[in-house]
């Protein structure tokens, strides 16, 4: 699955921007609704749009790497018996 690191990517920035960044802040300048972005940062796995990501590596400046990445899905395994 596709993880969206969106509360680690800020606190990233407020470290590097010296300085508190909000989700408010984020939506007005990205365009992206705040109950949007509050839903990425309550459920890492949120299904977000490339156009929303776009908007976020632009913000923030940085790669989509940096935004995001893949853990493998835990799937159950069944053993089949002789």
Not at 40 to 65: G, Q, R, W
Request: some cysteine; charged content about 20%.
């Amino acid at each position: 699955m596709i993880i969206i690191n969106l509360q680690a990517m800020i606190f990233a920035k407020q470290v590097e921007w010296k300085r508190h960044i909000t989700l408010k802040e984020v939506a007005e300048s990205t365009g992206i609704s705040r109950m949007t972005l509050h839903r990425m940062v309550k459920n890492p796995a949120y299904n977000a749009c490339t156009e929303h990501l776009s908007k976020l590596c632009n913000y923030f400046d940085c790669d989509i790497s940096a935004l995001i990445r893949w853990q493998p899905e835990q799937t159950a395994r069944h053993v089949i018996a002789a």
